[in-house]
Nanobody, 127 residues
Framework: QVQLVESGGGLVQTGGSLRLSCAAS????????MGWFRQAPGKEREFVAC????????YYADSLKGRVTISRDNAKNTVYLQINTLQPEDTAVYYC????????????????????WGRGTQVTVSS
């Protein structure tokens, strides 16, 4: 089991930045690849970014590439998502997720790739 708790969301003006955090407990955090997803009202949950267990590999949604950075600190059992130049369309609940599967032949961009999920943190961008 992995328990995930997101934090760092809030209300921010257009053009601002946020750093989201996801603290993990339970099963060894460093054994899991981690991902961030978001879900806007009335829309499906969509992939944002993922990072491998050893920190060497990251992957981003094309629509967000250049504005977001995923990172992790295995010593602190925490994964981060830095989002810059926020736009109103970034308003959503942001979720982190953990995938303990050792290997996948492709980037973990599907919700089905992840076994554990946090409850999310709300990000609201005002225009």
């Amino acid at each position: 089991q992995v328990q995930l708790v997101e934090s760092g969301g809030g209300l921010v003006q257009t053009g601002g930045s946020l750093r989201l955090s996801c603290a993990a407990s339970g099963r060894t955090f460093s054994d899991s690849a981690m991902g961030w997803f978001r879900q806007a009202p009335g829309k499906e949950r969509e992939f944002v970014a993922c990072i491998s267990r050893n920190v060497r590999n990251t992957y981003y949604a094309d629509s967000l590439k250049g504005r977001v950075t995923i990172s992790r600190d295995n010593a602190k059992n925490t994964v981060y998502l830095q989002i810059n130049t926020l736009q109103p369309e970034d308003t959503a609940v942001y979720y982190c997720a953990a995938d303990p599967t050792y290997y996948r032949p492709r980037p973990r961009t599907s919700v089905r790739d992840y076994e554990y999920w946090g409850r999310g943190t709300q990000v609201t961008v005002s225009s």
